[in-house]
C-alpha cells in the first residue's frame, strides 16, 4: 500500500542552491529527485550504494572534546562538518556499545567479558553486516592488531579483544574473511572495489582509550584522515562516521542509552559547513541512520525512532537524508550560481550531495545559459524547484515508495545572472490520494544589510526579488514496480 508516513501536512524546503544552472532535468513527466541525482553520477564513476565507514574511538566525554587543546584534530572536524553535541554511548563498558551498532541491542551484554566466559559468545542475531551481505554488497571490518581475521583470541599488546564484537556471533567463522587488520585499509579504499561499508577501530592507543590518552587517539585521527579523505572511496561519496563508545565519566542518554555523552562528528562532501546539531542520537540511533542510508529495515533498537537519527548528516546514494522522527531536520540546499566547474560544495542539513562537471551524454559539458545568454535557463529553474518538492516530502514517504512528476506551471519572471545566489521554496499544499500538489517559488537572496552595491534597489518589495513560482504535481508509487514498467522493452 502506498501511504505516508504519519499524517499529511504541509513541508517547506528554503535554502540556496549552488550550481543550480548545471541541474539540467527535463520538463517531462516522470522527472524526480532521482533525475537529479543521475546527472551527479553521470560526472564520476560511483557504487550503486552509499559508501559508509565507522571510526570507532574510545572513552571521552564530550565535555573533555569541546575545544581542548589535547583534540585540535577532532575539534577542528567538528567546526567543519557535522558535530553532534547530544549523542550518546548505549551502555558502559565498552563491549555493549560494539554489540549494539552491530545488531541493535547489547543482548544482554553488561561487561567487557570474553567469549570463554559464560553467556558470552555464539549469539544467534541479526546484524548491519548480515543485511548488507543479503543485499549484495560489501563490507570489511579493520582491527589494528588483529593477527589475522579469522583469530579468536585474545591477542597481545594493545589489541583491544572485547571491541571485535563479530567474535561473539555463531556466524563468526564464515564472516571472518571480511575481517582483517589494518594493513588493507587504505589500498583497498583506492582500489576498483572499496567496500560499500566500513568498520575501522584503532587500538588501545591509537583508539584515546585504556593504554592511551585523549591525545594519542586525536594524533593517530590526524595522520589517518587526510590519507582516507584522498582515497577514491572518499572522492566518490564517501561518509565517515567517528563514533566514540562511551562517555568517561558523565552516564547520561536519550532513549535507551545510558553511556554517557560522547563526541561523535560526521564528515562527508555534503556535511562540509554543517556545524553544530543538537538533536539527540545514541548508539542504536547511529545504526537507524546506517540501515536508512542502505534502505534495510531496521534492526532491534533501531527501529525506536526515541534513540535518534543522524538526519541529514548521513544520506543515501540517491541523496536522500533521514529525516523520520526528527521535527527540526528541515533539508536545506546551499550554494551560487557558478561558471566554468559548476562546482557544489556544500548541503546544510540537506538530502542532495550533487558535485563535480555535469555532462549531457556524449560528454559535452552543460553551458550557463538560456539560449545564448548566460543567465539561468528555465527548466534549470525547474528543476531546482523539483529538487526542492522531492526533498521536502521524502520523511513522509513510506518505505519503497518515491514520487515521480506529472504536471507543471511555471513563470520565470527575472533572469539570474552567473554568481547570483537563489534561494527556493517549495510547499506541499494538497494530497488527493497519491496525488500531491506544490506551490513553489524561487527569489534572488536578499542582499546583507548595507551591501546593496551592484544589486540594483530592492528596498521594501519583496517581489523584486522572485525569479519564479508555479505549482508542480507529483505522484507516489511503489519504486520497483515503476522501474521495471519504466525499464521494460516496448511491447
Known amino acids: 500500500m502506498l501511504a505516508f508516513r504519519g499524517r499529511p501536512r504541509a513541508l517547506r524546503l528554503a535554502g540556496t542552491v ?64 557535522a558535530d553532534f553535541t547530544q549523542a550518546y554511548g548505549w551502555h558502559y563498558p565498552s563491549l555493549p556499545n560494539y554489540i549494539e551498532l552491530l545488531a541493535g541491542s547489547d543482548l544482554g551484554i553488561t561487561s567487557d567479558c570474553d567469549i570463554t566466559d559464560k553467556g558470552c559468545s555464539n549469539f544467534h542475531h541479526d546484524k548491519i ?70 568498520w575501522v577501530v584503532p587500538d588501545l592507543v591509537n583508539s584515546g582509550g585504556d593504554n592511551g590518552t585523549m591525545n594519542s587517539g586525536d594524533s593517530w585521527l590526524a595522520g589517518e584522515l587526510p590519507q582516507i579523505m584522498a582515497t577514491p572511496w572518499y572522492r566518490h561519496d564517501g561518509q565517515i562516521v567517528i563514533l566514540y563508545d562511551t562517555g568517561y565519566n558523565d552516564s547520561g542518554g536519550n532513549g535507551g542509552a545510558s553511556g554517557g555523552q560522547i563526541p561523535l562528528v560526521v564528515i562527508s562532501a555534503h556535511d562540509r559547513g554543517m556545524g553544530i546539531i543538537s538533536n539527540p542520537v545514541n548508539t542504536a540511533g547511529v545504526l537507524r541512520s546506517i540501515e536508512h542510508a542502505y534502505g ?18 548521513l544520506v543515501s546514494e540517491s541523496g536522500q537524508a533521514h529525516g523520520r522522527g ?56 525547474l528543476a531546482m524547484a523539483e529538487a526542492a518538492s522531492v526533498a521536502a516530502i521524502e520523511p513522509q514517504l513510506t518505505a519503497g515508495t518515491t514520487s515521480v512528476g506529472t504536471a507543471v506551471s511555471l513563470e520565470h519572471r527575472r533572469a539570474s545572472p552567473v554568481g547570483a545566489e537563489i534561494d527556493v521554496e517549495a510547499e506541499l499544499t ?61 511491447s
Not at 178 to 188: R, V
Not at 302 to 307: D, I, L, P, S, W
Not at 335 to 345: H, I, K, N, P, S
Not at 477 to 487: I, M, N, S, T
Open 18 to 81: 549552488l550550481s543550480a544552472a548545471a541541474l539540467a532535468v527535463g520538463m517531462t513527466a516522470g522527472a524526480s529527485g532521482a533525475a537529479v541525482a543521475a546527472s551527479a553520477r553521470a560526472s564520476h564513476p560511483r557504487h550503486s550504494a552509499p559508501h559508509v565507514m565507522v571510526i570507532w574511538m574510545e572513552n571521552t566525554d564530550y565535555s573533555q572534546l569541546a575545544a581542548s587543546p589535547a583534540m585540535p584534530e577532532l575539534n577542528q572536524m567538528a567546526r567543519e562538518y
Open 129 to 198: 553486516v548480515n543485511q548488507l551481505e543479503a543485499a549484495g554488497l560489501s563490507w570489511h571490518a579493520y582491527y589494528q592488531g588483529d593477527e589475522s581475521g579469522c583469530y579468536q583470541g585474545d591477542g597481545s599488546g594493545n589489541y583491544p579483544y572485547w571491541h571485535n564484537s563479530f567474535r561473539y556471533f555463531a556466524d563468526f567463522k564464515t564472516q571472518c574473511k571480511h575481517i582483517s587488520n589494518f594493513g588493507p585499509l587504505l589500498s583497498d579504499l583506492s582500489g576498483p572495489h572499496p567496500p560499500d561499508f566500513n
Open 296 to 313: 534495510f529495515p531496521y534492526i532491534g533498537n533501531a527501529a525506536n525512532a526515541a534513540n535518534g537519527s543522524l538526519g541529514g548528516a
Open 326 to 381: 526528527q521535527r527540526h531536520a528541515r533539508p536545506t540546499l546551499h550554494g551560487a550560481l557558478v561558471g566554468d566547474d559548476f562546482r557544489r560544495d556544500r548541503v546544510i542539513g540537506g538530502t542532495l550531495a550533487l558535485q563535480g562537471v555535469y555532462r549531457f551524454p556524449g560528454g559535452r559539458t552543460i553551458e550557463v545559459g538560456s539560449g545564448d545568454v548566460p543567465v539561468l535557463a528555465t527548466p534549470r529553474l
Open 430 to 490: 494538497e494530497v488527493d490520494g497519491r496525488r500531491l500538489v506544490f506551490s513553489f517559488i524561487v527569489r534572488h537572496s536578499p542582499p546583507p544589510s548595507g551591501d546593496e552595491a551592484g544589486r540594483g534597489d530592492r528596498s521594501g518589495d519583496d517581489e523584486d526579488l522572485v525569479v519564479g513560482a508555479g505549482t508542480l504535481e507529483r505522484v507516489v508509487v511503489d519504486r520497483e514496480k515503476f522501474l521495471a514498467r519504466a525499464l521494460a522493452p516496448p
